[in-house]
């Protein structure tokens, strides 16, 4: 298990937004993180990045507690993610966004990079190489040049998702990446995370498309009202009835 | 850019054949003005550009490598510029110090803590009449010196603070399109993506933070040098905001633009000799303007225009 | 003459009601603005200081000094709506950055144009009351004193009056409470942020006019008290007018007991660690609302 989840908990000034949740993420694989809306995933994904502090329980990855260590700390341990309300970098054009990815393996500081020192001048050339495969691989490449902000929606997905690749991690995490997307840019990021996984990243996401999750998963977990209610393939996943429950609102059990 | 590169090299030259031209006229003497204060608000650039933290005591820093100066070499009998190396560390030591609780503060938050630090220094300045000679200001101060060579014609001053100037531009530049250049880009636009690709915020908040301390210092030193006086209004206030406007009205992030803004500022004074006293009341208006109407300033606009006419005729 | 320790204590409490209600005033005039546009006005000191220098010019002229008083509020607050309207409304991408450089570039604004008008000299003006000085446990102060606490509980109540009673003010409360729907529910929003500023720069010139008899004001007394009066709103709750007042009398008193008891070297830091440290303790800030 890449990433592993134990007793994660977190409580809101009263509200309990997430309880007692424990999970692995095995590499390699595509895990889904679904259930209905407010049901704590974000909350989760959010503990697991860095980005809120739970009130209990820990985090593994690659081994190494999680707890600890800051978002920018956890980036560097090669736990990317993407966001589901797009943030790219306005002031930057399309290439440079790609290329700030690319910041934990580059060893420029300020002196260096103030004298344009050898070890300056790698960085880039490997930042730009880089940067330009994963445009190339989202099939951005001719955007390179030109200023992020004005990207169509469907685009500046596929940019977050590049810059999210291009630092080579092990453990993307993807938040709602379907969100807003047509059914055909949808499918291409079917084949995207295909992609990615093919690639040797593992993949955790959450999600709201449903159809979407049961093609691309290797493994589903089910959250509700803060808790694991099931865990398994999609077909077990799609058959559980505590599962049909919690969506349709049917007691079923 | 290549042409970008080009059109600094010119300048460059063209800078130092001007006196040839000039000889010894007082725009020699309001060039090196201008050639001091391009290394302070090019650190302004950096913290509130790129970085996009919204400091207010660039005028504080200034103040500070001047008076440190002015006191150790003047009181002290230390070099020139030994007091000038002086001032810088110990500049960015406070800025280290203030930085560390105040950055992390947002928006509002930090203009005013900036703005209370702008305050307090200068009080300090005013109160301390025993070291800094208090409101009437630093007379006599010693005049730059390098081994046993001193500084005394404009000329000399002229051709050594455009040549530091020029370099600090070009460190500037370098950092900027470097991965600390694209670091506070990315903490400006959006810290909390910034974070989730492994930028340390603090780290690249606080180092911008500290190397405009530093640039500020040193203007300040050869300020004090040159014009052989100071006095607690270099660290008002209003000095910080001119050099934010110099910044902006030239051109926020394009490291050359504050050349074009510390020229046109430097020069109003002189050119509207007359109406000295509205200088308050002009700058006030320019910034306004400026914000409003043409953010980008004056390069940044130009280069937009540019932008946008290569695209038409790309079709 | 023998001061006792109860007489010194006294005199130091009321100059810090006194300070503190000028900046309770600032403080109050920026949370109107700031619960109106979500703009911390950087420029409201400036009103205190055009305040107290108009009213001293007019009655110099001959004005009586009720009469000058009124005027110089009025005036003010249409200085406050020119504001709005010429350096607020036309902007067209609002942010943070660009409010506070905004602001501030009025401010220097401001501060040019009473340089001009009255130079560097400090201005004082008559207290509004025949008997100059009171005493009180063998305490003397300016009667004025007791005109500067009391403007602060008039203008506070009116201030409460105005925003729970009136349909303008209560328009004014939905504008801050909620604009987009406010918006929806056919209130003029713009308007109420021009209204927001005119109340802001009266309220600010009212501070400064009733405080001018026993201070001096200069040209550029504002930025000081713009940065006390912010600290003031910190302390007390970014937007909360209760907060406003508590939190200016806490500085006024602070800095007064600390100027008398210790040394006058604190005062002003005073204003800036208070702030520092509840921003450190709390660097979220204690903002209500988005800070986009």
Redesign the interface.
């Given at each position: 298990m890449i990433l592993t989840v134990d007793g994660l908990t977190k409580t809101f000034e009263g509200v309990t937004a997430a309880t007692d949740v424990s999970f692995g993420v095995a590499q390699h694989s595509i895990t889904a993180l679904i259930g209905p809306n407010g049901a704590g995933k974000t909350t989760i994904f959010n503990m697991v990045?860095?980005?809120l502090k739970p009130t209990a329980g820990t985090m593994r990855f690659k081994g190494e507690p999680l707890n600890a260590l800051?978002?920018?700390?956890r980036?560097?341990l090669g736990l990317?993610?993407t966001?589901q309300i797009i943030?790219?970098?306005?002031?930057?054009t399309v290439l440079?966004n790609v290329?700030?990815?690319y910041?934990?393996l580059?060893k420029?500081?300020?002196f260096s990079?103030?004298?344009?020192l050898s070890v300056?001048r790698r960085?880039?050339a490997n930042?730009r190489r880089r940067a330009m495969e994963e445009l190339d691989f989202i099939g951005l490449t001719r955007r390179a040049g030109q200023p992020s902000g004005n990207l169509p929606m469907g685009e500046q997905r596929m940019l977050e998702i590049a810059?999210?690749l291009v630092?080579d991690p092990t453990l993307v995490l993807f938040d709602e990446p379907a969100a807003g997307l047509n059914q055909t840019e949808t499918n291409t990021l079917v084949q995207t995370l295909f992609k990615v996984k093919e690639r040797g990243i593992t993949i955790l996401l959450v999600e709201h498309d449903m159809s979407m999750v049961m093609q691309v998963s290797d493994r589903i977990i089910v959250i509700n009202r803060g808790q694991k209610l099931a865990e398994g393939t999609p077909d077990e996943v799609r058959n559980n009835c505590l599962v049909i429950e919690a969506y349709l609102g049917k007691e079923t059990c | 850019m290549k042409r970008t590169a080009l059109f600094f090299i010119l300048f460059a030259v063209g800078i130092y054949l001007l006196p040839l031209l000039l000889k010894g006229s007082y725009w020699m003497h309001i060039l090196v003005i201008i050639g001091i204060y391009i290394i302070g608000a090019i650190g302004v650039d950096l913290v509130?550009g790129f970085a996009?933290q919204?400091s207010?005591c660039q005028a504080s820093f200034f103040g500070i490598g001047a008076y440190i100066s002015a006191i150790l070499s003047n009181t002290y009998g230390f070099p020139p510029v030994l007091a000038l190396l002086i001032g810088v560390v110990a500049t960015s030591a406070i800025a280290l110090g203030l930085g560390l609780?105040?950055l992390?503060?947002?928006?509002?938050?930090l203009?005013?803590?900036t703005?209370?630090?702008g305050?307090?220094v200068q009080?300090i300045f005013v109160?301390l009449q025993d070291i800094t000679k208090g409101p009437d200001g630093f007379r006599n101060v010693v005049p730059l010196s390098i081994g046993g060579y001193v500084f005394r014609e404009v000329t000399e001053y002229y051709y050594l603070v455009w040549t530091i100037s020029i370099f600090i531009l070009l460190?500037?530049r370098?950092?900027v399109s470097?991965?600390?250049?694209?670091?506070l880009?990315?903490l400006?636009?959006?810290d909390?993506?910034?974070?989730?690709?492994?930028?340390?915020?603090t780290k690249y908040k606080t180092?911008a933070f500290v190397?405009s301390a530093a640039y500020a210092s040193l203007a300040g030193s050869l300020y004090a040098h040159y014009n052989r006086f100071i006095s607690p209004q270099v660290a008002d206030?209003?000095n910080s905001?001119t050099m934010?406007i110099m910044a902006?009205l030239g051109g926020i992030?394009t490291v050359y633009g504050v050349i074009i803004g510390a020229a046109i500022m430097k020069s109003i004074p002189e050119l509207l000799e007359s109406i000295l006293?509205?200088?308050?009341?002009?700058?006030?208006?320019?910034?306004?303007v400026l914000?409003?109407?043409m953010?980008q300033g004056l390069l940044g606009t130009a280069g937009s225009i540019i932008a946008w006419a290569r695209r038409r005729r790309a079709g | 003459m023998e001061h006792s320790y109860v007489s010194q204590a006294v005199q130091f409490l009321f100059a810090g009601l006194s300070t503190g209600s000028i900046y309770a005033l600032v403080a109050l005039g920026f949370n109107i603005i700031y619960n109106v546009n979500l703009l911390?006005n950087?420029a409201q000191g400036e009103f205190v200081m055009l305040g107290a220098l108009t009213m001293i010019s007019l009655y110099s002229r001959g004005l009586p000094l009720g009469l000058a008083f009124g005027v110089t509020t009025l005036v003010v607050g249409v200085v406050g709506i020119l504001f709005d309207r010429?350096?607020i409304r036309?902007?067209k991408r609002p942010s943070?950055?660009?409010m506070?450089?905004?602001t501030?570039?009025?401010?220097?604004?401001?501060?040019?144009?009473a340089?001009?008008a009255w130079g560097k000299d400090p201005y004082t003006a008559p207290t509004f009351s025949k008997t100059q000085s009171i005493s009180v446990l063998n305490a003397t102060f300016s009667t004025q004193t007791l005109w500067v606490i009391g403007t602060l509980i008039v203008v506070y109540v009116l201030l409460q009056l105005f925003l729970d009673r009136t349909i303008v003010g209560k328009a004014m409360k939905a504008c801050s409470e909620n604009p987009r729907a406010a918006g929806l529910m056919g209130i003029n929003v713009k308007r109420y942020i021009m209204i927001s500023f005119f109340l802001s720069g009266a309220i600010g010139a009212v501070g400064g006019m009733v405080v001018s008899p026993i201070s001096f004001m200069v040209y550029d007394e504002g930025?000081?008290l713009g940065?006390k009066g912010?600290?003031s709103a910190?302390l007390g709750g970014v937007g909360s007018y209760p907060g406003a007042v508590v939190g200016g009398l806490v500085l006024g008193l602070l800095e007064s007991f600390s100027t008398g008891y210790i040394s006058s070297?604190f005062k002003?830091?005073l204003?800036?660690l208070a702030?520092?440290i509840i921003?450190?303790l709390k660097?979220s800030?204690l903002l209500r609302r988005r800070?986009d």
């Amino acid at each position: 298990m890449i990433l592993t989840v134990d007793g994660l908990t977190k409580t809101f000034e009263g509200v309990t937004a997430a309880t007692d949740v424990s999970f692995g993420v095995a590499q390699h694989s595509i895990t889904a993180l679904i259930g209905p809306n407010g049901a704590g995933k974000t909350t989760i994904f959010n503990m697991v990045s860095g980005l809120l502090k739970p009130t209990a329980g820990t985090m593994r990855f690659k081994g190494e507690p999680l707890n600890a260590l800051k978002p920018h700390e956890r980036a560097s341990l090669g736990l990317a993610r993407t966001f589901q309300i797009i943030r790219p970098f306005a002031e930057m054009t399309v290439l440079e966004n790609v290329m700030v990815g690319y910041h934990r393996l580059m060893k420029t500081g300020l002196f260096s990079a103030a004298l344009r020192l050898s070890v300056t001048r790698r960085d880039e050339a490997n930042a730009r190489r880089r940067a330009m495969e994963e445009l190339d691989f989202i099939g951005l490449t001719r955007r390179a040049g030109q200023p992020s902000g004005n990207l169509p929606m469907g685009e500046q997905r596929m940019l977050e998702i590049a810059r999210a690749l291009v630092s080579d991690p092990t453990l993307v995490l993807f938040d709602e990446p379907a969100a807003g997307l047509n059914q055909t840019e949808t499918n291409t990021l079917v084949q995207t995370l295909f992609k990615v996984k093919e690639r040797g990243i593992t993949i955790l996401l959450v999600e709201h498309d449903m159809s979407m999750v049961m093609q691309v998963s290797d493994r589903i977990i089910v959250i509700n009202r803060g808790q694991k209610l099931a865990e398994g393939t999609p077909d077990e996943v799609r058959n559980n009835c505590l599962v049909i429950e919690a969506y349709l609102g049917k007691e079923t059990c | 850019m290549k042409r970008t590169a080009l059109f600094f090299i010119l300048f460059a030259v063209g800078i130092y054949l001007l006196p040839l031209l000039l000889k010894g006229s007082y725009w020699m003497h309001i060039l090196v003005i201008i050639g001091i204060y391009i290394i302070g608000a090019i650190g302004v650039d950096l913290v509130v550009g790129f970085a996009g933290q919204i400091s207010l005591c660039q005028a504080s820093f200034f103040g500070i490598g001047a008076y440190i100066s002015a006191i150790l070499s003047n009181t002290y009998g230390f070099p020139p510029v030994l007091a000038l190396l002086i001032g810088v560390v110990a500049t960015s030591a406070i800025a280290l110090g203030l930085g560390l609780p105040v950055l992390r503060l947002r928006g509002y938050y930090l203009a005013i803590a900036t703005l209370g630090f702008g305050l307090i220094v200068q009080s300090i300045f005013v109160t301390l009449q025993d070291i800094t000679k208090g409101p009437d200001g630093f007379r006599n101060v010693v005049p730059l010196s390098i081994g046993g060579y001193v500084f005394r014609e404009v000329t000399e001053y002229y051709y050594l603070v455009w040549t530091i100037s020029i370099f600090i531009l070009l460190l500037t530049r370098n950092v900027v399109s470097s991965r600390v250049g694209r670091a506070l880009l990315a903490l400006r636009g959006d810290d909390v993506a910034a974070s989730s690709v492994g930028i340390d915020i603090t780290k690249y908040k606080t180092q911008a933070f500290v190397l405009s301390a530093a640039y500020a210092s040193l203007a300040g030193s050869l300020y004090a040098h040159y014009n052989r006086f100071i006095s607690p209004q270099v660290a008002d206030l209003s000095n910080s905001i001119t050099m934010i406007i110099m910044a902006v009205l030239g051109g926020i992030r394009t490291v050359y633009g504050v050349i074009i803004g510390a020229a046109i500022m430097k020069s109003i004074p002189e050119l509207l000799e007359s109406i000295l006293d509205y200088q308050m009341i002009i700058t006030g208006i320019i910034l306004v303007v400026l914000l409003l109407y043409m953010p980008q300033g004056l390069l940044g606009t130009a280069g937009s225009i540019i932008a946008w006419a290569r695209r038409r005729r790309a079709g | 003459m023998e001061h006792s320790y109860v007489s010194q204590a006294v005199q130091f409490l009321f100059a810090g009601l006194s300070t503190g209600s000028i900046y309770a005033l600032v403080a109050l005039g920026f949370n109107i603005i700031y619960n109106v546009n979500l703009l911390v006005n950087l420029a409201q000191g400036e009103f205190v200081m055009l305040g107290a220098l108009t009213m001293i010019s007019l009655y110099s002229r001959g004005l009586p000094l009720g009469l000058a008083f009124g005027v110089t509020t009025l005036v003010v607050g249409v200085v406050g709506i020119l504001f709005d309207r010429l350096a607020i409304r036309p902007l067209k991408r609002p942010s943070i950055m660009l409010m506070i450089l905004l602001t501030l570039g009025a401010s220097t604004f401001f501060k040019g144009l009473a340089l001009v008008a009255w130079g560097k000299d400090p201005y004082t003006a008559p207290t509004f009351s025949k008997t100059q000085s009171i005493s009180v446990l063998n305490a003397t102060f300016s009667t004025q004193t007791l005109w500067v606490i009391g403007t602060l509980i008039v203008v506070y109540v009116l201030l409460q009056l105005f925003l729970d009673r009136t349909i303008v003010g209560k328009a004014m409360k939905a504008c801050s409470e909620n604009p987009r729907a406010a918006g929806l529910m056919g209130i003029n929003v713009k308007r109420y942020i021009m209204i927001s500023f005119f109340l802001s720069g009266a309220i600010g010139a009212v501070g400064g006019m009733v405080v001018s008899p026993i201070s001096f004001m200069v040209y550029d007394e504002g930025t000081m008290l713009g940065l006390k009066g912010f600290a003031s709103a910190v302390l007390g709750g970014v937007g909360s007018y209760p907060g406003a007042v508590v939190g200016g009398l806490v500085l006024g008193l602070l800095e007064s007991f600390s100027t008398g008891y210790i040394s006058s070297i604190f005062k002003d830091i005073l204003a800036f660690l208070a702030l520092l440290i509840i921003l450190i303790l709390k660097p979220s800030g204690l903002l209500r609302r988005r800070e986009d």
